[in-house]
């Protein structure tokens, strides 16, 4: 009896190994052919902690990590309302522009604050209030994790201008036990475990479409590293688009990086999933393009183009205040607006991922057409 228990579980062990091997073995990242480069793109991960609050490893080697996963930038986020330490640690090291704002605690949640001048003071502890402190300081402020352990709580009056869809770190808290299958991964394919912790942003992506019906919001795709940096700089990217390439003097490539923040000119993906550079959404109104982000009065001969030139299956959805309106599995999609509404893009990859088929592996910023 007890060999048959043992035979038995020692069977199960196997196909446990055999399955996890053929897992392992199967992923790898799509690889675009030849990729291009390009010089109007810069690639980046936001929302990261050090040492100087609860990170694990100080930011010196931190953009050491960044510089041998070929980031163009990282933005330091410290606990701290702000924290002048962490700021202060700003700079261009190992060809990697390291920018730093800070993590706030305060009254509604956690609230990330970048691109700010440095205050002379501390920033509130009321949301709003540290949001327009923020504001009048130049910078960013960024509704972080809203629907984790520490959520959000929305109030009336919303004055911020992004919100985190997606955060790898309270990805892992929510659902540990579907990750237990793939805790060697952990060490042998980290990149893999990292893709299998994902769950759905459809949460998050809802809310996001709703408050952009009346207000202008960006979306980002949060790591909230404290550890495990390296993976985690080839999982979620900010993908900035840009008119040149970065300046060598810091506060000038500084300023660009948060205008282009600023303006909603950049798209998310999961690099680890598949390379997205050279994705693109616009307008054409006339003459004029629309940029990705950008605002722009409805006209009936407005036109909206994605380029996604991918060699490996994938699905572009346009969607239209939350709703699917167009979708396409070429490598461009074309579409005449019918309607005013907030139009943004999602691509799916196809075929054999280890990305759960709910999770967007692109997520663009809206083109808002009023
Ligand atoms: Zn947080
Ligand atoms: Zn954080």
Redesign the pocket.
């Given at each position: 009896m007890k060999r048959k228990i043992l035979l038995g579980l020692l069977l199960l062990f196997l196909i446990y190994c055999g399955w996890f091997i053929y897992q392992s073995l199967a992923f790898h990242t799509f690889k675009q052919e030849n990729i291009q480069t390009y010089p109007d793109e810069i690639k980046g991960v936001y929302?990261l902690?050090s040492t100087l609050s609860d990170g694990h490893k100080p930011p010196e080697k931190i953009v050491r990590i960044a510089a041998d996963n070929d980031l163009d930038f990282i933005i330091l986020?410290d606990?701290g309302n702000p924290n002048f330490e962490s700021i202060a640690t700003r700079g261009w090291r190992h060809g990697v522009l390291m920018l730093a704002g800070s993590?706030l605690s305060v009254n509604r949640g956690?609230l990330?604050g970048i691109g700010f001048d440095t205050p002379e003071y501390k920033f509130s502890q009321n949301a709003e209030e540290s949001a327009s402190q923020i504001a009048r300081l130049n910078g960013i402020s960024i509704i972080?994790?809203p629907y984790s352990r520490v959520s959000w709580t929305w109030g009336d009056l919303f004055i911020y201008s992004g919100i985190e869809i997606m955060n790898a770190?309270s990805s892992v808290r929510r659902d540990f036990a579907s990750l237990i299958p793939y805790l060697p991964a952990y060490i042998i394919r980290p990149d893999l475990f990292l893709i299998r912790m994902l769950d759905s942003p459809s949460k998050n992506l809802k809310k996001w479409d709703k408050l952009n019906r009346k207000h202008t919001v960006y979306a980002y795709f949060?790591a909230?590293s404290?550890f495990y940096y390296g993976p985690m700089f080839r999982l979620f990217r900010i993908h900035i688009l840009i008119k040149a390439p970065l300046p060598k003097e810091f506060d000038a490539a500084r300023n660009i990086v948060y205008e282009a923040l600023k303006k909603g000119s950049f798209y998310n993906a999961i690099d680890s999933a598949a390379e997205a550079e050279g994705f693109r959404f616009f307008g054409i109104s006339g003459e004029n393009k629309i940029d990705m982000g950008q605002s722009s009065r409805f006209d009936p001969s407005i036109t909206l183009h994605v380029q996604a030139p991918f060699p490996f299956k994938k699905v572009i959805h346009l969607i239209r205040n939350g709703e699917i309106v167009s979708e396409s599995e070429q490598d461009y999609l074309f579409f005449r607006v019918k309607s005013p509404g907030v139009y943004r893009i999602e691509v799916f990859l196809k075929g054999r991922t280890p990305l759960k088929k709910e999770i967007p592996w692109i997520v663009s910023n809206p083109i808002f057409l009023r």
């Open positions: 929302h902690h986020t606990h993590e956690h990330v972080a994790h770190s949060s909230d404290h």
